[in-house]
């Protein structure tokens, strides 16, 4: 009878020790995710704050620090949409779109076929080469814009996409090059070779066995150009002088009057809508956008 009240004794113990340890492990949790909860609202609130304040007049928007309207109007995206130009909003987002489609297509080739060729093959020169593209990565924008102006103008190419256009087609941005070469590094060159044994050429290779298997970091590639593109101001203001070739970004300028009856809204109102595309475009593409990343820094 002492044996089995002691072994009672001791289930009942070990049963309430678990108990706690439930209770520590859950305690721990709730905390865990609303620390989290906490952090990621304040780190979103400026985004909530604009997209509530879009709705909102001038008096609220500078009288409440919340983002919930009071009186909520759509007037700031009617007014912002017609903007004070003969041309509407539309525009502007047409435009932007002729800058980034052939930007973004012309980088993802142009960086694949050009990470291809480090990664694979042996040349002279070759170390002296990639560690001259990896130095470009050195220099700020700023110091090569003035050398480009010059250039372009000598071409007759101002007060058009080209300048915007051109870079891109031949591996202008060297970190993208640097992120596929390192992705390259960490895939096994296997299946390449045997498919120069079949006798497939250098380009058939690139084209059906690399470019498949490049394709998380090429997304990568994409999104980051769409999103640096889409906010890109400088670019646009350099090369371009006709209001009728804007992207978003300027057109946003355009929207803001110095005048004390401007309507804040406005420009609050076409910055969501700004803000839109590449916020959907990255959700839609978040799963390859991290594996591109993740992989390109592991080398095998």
């Not at 983002?67 to 525009?91: A, C, H, M, N, Q």
């Not at 050398?147 to 870079?167: A, H, I, K, N, T």
Request: charged letters at 15%; glycine letters at 6%.
């Amino acid at each position: 009878m002492l044996d089995d009240s002691a072994a009672l004794d001791a289930d009942a113990e070990a049963a309430r020790h678990l108990a706690l340890q439930e209770r520590r492990r859950r305690l721990s949790m709730i905390l865990r995710y609303a620390v989290l909860t906490a952090v990621g609202f304040l780190m979103l609130y400026p985004l909530l704050w604009l997209i509530g304040a879009s709705f909102k007049n001038n008096a609220e928007i500078f009288s409440s620090p919340g983002f919930i309207p009071k009186d909520p109007t759509l007037s700031g995206y009617v007014k912002g949409w017609e903007t004070s130009t003969p041309y509407s909003f539309g525009r502007f987002f047409w435009n932007t779109f002729l800058i980034i489609a052939p930007k973004v297509v012309f980088t993802v080739i142009s960086c694949a076929a050009v990470a291809y060729g480090f990664a694979r093959f042996q040349f002279p020169g070759k170390r002296i080469l990639f560690a001259s593209l990896i130095a470009t990565l050195l220099l700020p924008n700023v110091v090569t814009r003035i050398p480009q102006y010059l250039l372009f103008s000598e071409m007759g190419w101002l007060d058009s996409y080209l300048p915007l256009w051109v870079p891109s087609a031949f591996a202008g941005d060297a970190f993208f090059v640097f992120m596929l070469v390192q992705f390259l590094r960490s895939i096994p060159p296997d299946m390449e070779e045997a498919a120069r044994v079949d006798g497939a050429k250098s380009w058939q290779v690139l084209l059906f066995i690399v470019a498949p298997m490049l394709t998380p970091a090429l997304i990568s590639v994409a999104l980051f150009q769409f999103m640096w593109t889409m906010n890109d101001f400088l670019g646009p203001l350099i090369y371009l002088s006709s209001v009728e070739k804007f992207p978003v970004s300027l057109a946003l300028k355009l929207s803001i009057d110095t005048s004390e009856a401007f309507d804040w809204n406005r420009i609050l109102a076409m910055s969501v809508l700004a803000l839109a595309p590449s916020l959907v475009v990255f959700f839609m593409a978040q799963k390859y956008f991290i594996e591109g990343i993740s992989a390109g820094g592991v080398k095998g």
